[in-house]
C-alpha cells in the first residue's frame, strides 16, 4: 500500500472554450466565488482554500489534470519517494507556477494506461477569508468520475499502488473510489468508455433546498438540466446534473455516505439496473457525460 494519507480532492482543472463565459457559469450559476482571473487561466473557490476549481483556456474543453492534497508535507515527501520508486516520470511545478498557483512542492505525473494526469501537493495559501455562499451552499468539491479505455487497469493502479479504497462498483462499468482516509463514499470514479474523458466534475451542497433551487435557476438561464433530480443509491446522494457551456457535465448533490477509516464495510458489487444510480426512476438525457478530453500533454 502506498504509505502516504489523501486530505482531500482539492482542485480539478477544466479546459474550457471561452474563459469569460466558463467564469460567470460557475460563478453566477454554480456559486464558486472568483479569486483571480487573466487570459488565460482562472481560479474559482466553494472553501477557504485559494481554488478549487482552475479553469484554463483551450481549443479542446475537457480536464487538463486532478490535484489531491496530502495530509501533511511528510506525506508529499512520502509519496514523491514512492512514485519514484515505481519507475513513474515524475514532474514538479516549477516555483513560478507554485506561486501562481498559490502552493507549495507540487507533483505531476500521469497515470498509467491512461493520459490522465493527477497532482499532489499538501499545502495551499487561504483565499484571505471565508467563503460565502451565493446562489447556492456549496460545502467543498465532491468528486470527480473520469471515463477510461483502460479502466480496469487504471482502477488497479488507484487501489493497488495509490491508497485508493473502492466503496462500490456498479458492475463492470463504474467503480466508486475515496481517497483514503477521506471519509466521504466517493472522491473519484473510474468509468469504463470507448476512450478517456471527463464524466462529471461534483459539488457537495449542504441543503437540499440548494438542489431544488438549482433547477428553475438553471432552467431560467437555458441551462441543459441532464440527469435528475434523482437519488443514488450507491452513495445515498440526491443528485441533480447540468451541463456547462462547453457541454461538459457538472453536478450538485446533497448528502452522502462516510467510511470510518477503521472497519468499514466492505466495497459492495451492485447490479447494473437504473434504480441503482436513480431510486426515483429517472434516467439520464442525451448529452449527460458525453463531452470533454482528457489533455494529454505534461503540464
Known amino acids: 500500500m502506498a504509505p502516504f494519507r489523501y486530505r482531500k480532492p482539492g482542485y480539478v ?9 466558463s467564469v460567470h457559469f460557475y460563478r453566477d450559476l454554480v ?5 483571480e482571473q487573466d487570459r488565460d487561466v482562472a481560479f474559482l473557490r466553494c472553501s477557504d482554500d ?18 489531491f492534497e496530502l495530509e501533511s508535507e511528510d506525506d508529499l515527501e512520502r509519496a ?19 506561486a501562481r498557483l498559490r502552493q507549495g512542492r507540487t507533483l505531476r505525473f500521469r497515470i498509467p494506461d491512461s493520459s490522465l494526469h493527477f497532482e499532489f501537493y499538501a499545502r495551499m495559501e487561504k483565499a484571505g477569508g471565508p467563503f460565502l455562499p451565493t446562489v447556492a451552499k456549496i460545502a467543498r468539491l465532491g468528486h470527480v468520475v473520469v471515463k477510461c479505455a483502460q479502466r480496469d487497469a487504471v482502477l488497479r493502479t488507484l487501489t493497488e499502488q495509490l491508497n485508493f479504497r473502492v466503496s462500490d462498483h456498479f458492475g463492470d462499468q463504474v467503480s466508486f473510489l475515496r481517497c483514503f482516509p477521506n471519509p466521504y463514499h466517493h472522491s473519484f470514479g ?7 474523458g471527463l464524466h462529471h466534475v461534483n459539488f457537495m451542497v449542504t441543503d437540499v433546498d440548494d438542489v431544488g433551487r438549482a433547477i428553475n435557476r438553471m432552467k431560467k438561464a437555458g441551462v441543459d438540466i441532464v440527469y435528475g433530480p434523482g437519488r443514488h443509491d450507491i452513495s445515498n446522494s440526491i443528485f441533480l446534473y447540468y451541463l456547462d457551456p462547453d457541454r461538459l457535465t457538472a453536478e ?3 448528502g452522502m455516505e462516510e467510511f470510518p477509516e477503521d472497519s468499514p464495510r466492505p466495497a459492495r458489487d451492485l447490479p447494473m439496473r437504473p434504480e441503482i444510480l ?7 438525457q442525451p448529452g449527460f457525460a458525453q463531452v470533454g478530453a482528457v489533455e494529454a500533454a505534461d503540464s
Open 31 to 35: 456559486g464558486l466565488q472568483l479569486v
Open 50 to 67: 485559494h481554488h478549487n476549481l482552475a479553469l484554463y483556456r483551450s481549443g479542446q474543453p475537457g480536464i487538463k489534470r486532478m490535484a
Open 190 to 196: 473510474v468509468a469504463r468508455g470507448d476512450s478517456d
Open 13 to 21: 482543472a477544466l479546459n474550457v472554450g471561452d474563459l469569460d463565459r
Open 252 to 254: 450538485y448533490s446533497f
Open 80 to 98: 514523491a519517494a514512492y512514485l519514484k520508486g515505481l519507475g513513474w516520470p515524475l514532474a514538479e511545478a516549477s516555483a513560478e507556477e507554485t
Open 278 to 284: 436513480d431510486s426515483w426512476g429517472g434516467m439520464p
